[in-house]
């Protein structure tokens, strides 16, 4: 890592330079040029100008439990102009990882592998949630404890990914069961 004081001892000096050459010219503002400007302001107008990803997941959060199958829940926010299609998701956590819905089936609500991925509305957003939508992980390999960090991968449709980490947490739910043989899928 440098610091000014292990660079030239030009560098002032230039700075110096480029502001006064700056400020001799007529009718422009110095404001963002000054030499005044906190290395803080210039990481925040960094930050600032930085596009925000396509799509992002807000409160993401994973249900605790042993082996066998889980769920992941969170709102997906789609940042831009353009609808947004979730395909697929990932998990070092799970071999299987899919995008569910719980319909009606017959009088009965049953969870089921979603055609055509989570639809996210151009600047909307997509609830995943317990007793809707939500990614389902089956043959988890480890237990799953509450604060746990579970790291995630979702691809979109055009082939880009997001990546987000949901946090562990106990969940009694609206009658959800995402173990093995205890309930349709």
């Given at each position: ?16 330079a480029?502001a006064?050459l700056?400020?001799?010219c007529?009718g422009?503002?110095t404001t ?5 400007a906190?290395p803080?302001?210039?990481?925040v ?6 596009p925000s990803?396509?799509?992002t997941?807000t409160?993401?959060w994973?249900?605790t439990?042993?082996k066998g199958?889980?769920?992941a829940f969170?709102?997906?926010v ?6 947004l ?5 990932a998990?070092?956590?799970?071999p299987?990882?899919e ?6 089936s017959?009088?009965?609500?049953v ?9 996210v509305p ?5 609830q ?6 939500h990614?389902m992980l089956m043959g988890?390999t480890?237990?799953?404890e ?6 995630f991968?979702?691809t979109?449709?055009?082939g880009s990914?997001v990546?987000?980490?949901a946090?562990?947490?106990?969940f009694?739910g ?11 899928h």
């Amino acid at each position: 890592m440098y610091s000014l004081r292990s660079r030239s001892p030009l560098l002032p000096a230039a700075a110096l330079a480029v502001a006064v050459l700056v400020a001799g010219c007529g009718g422009q503002s110095t404001t963002a040029t000054t030499a005044s400007a906190s290395p803080a302001a210039a990481t925040v107008a960094a930050a600032a100008a930085t596009p925000s990803p396509a799509l992002t997941v807000t409160d993401p959060w994973i249900k605790t439990g042993g082996k066998g199958m889980t769920a992941a829940f969170g709102t997906l926010v789609n940042n831009t102009d353009a609808e947004l299609t979730v395909v697929s998701g990932a998990s070092p956590l799970s071999p299987t990882v899919e995008l569910h819905e719980v319909v009606d089936s017959g009088g009965k609500m049953v969870m089921r592998p979603k055609k055509g991925g989570f639809v996210v509305p151009a600047r909307g957003s997509h609830q995943l949630a317990p007793g809707g939508d939500h990614i389902m992980l089956m043959g988890v390999t480890g237990k799953v404890e509450p604060g746990a960090e579970v790291p995630f991968t979702l691809t979109l449709a055009d082939g880009s990914t997001v990546e987000f980490t949901a946090i562990g947490k106990d969940f009694a739910g609206g009658k959800e069961n995402y173990q093995p043989g205890e309930g349709k899928h």
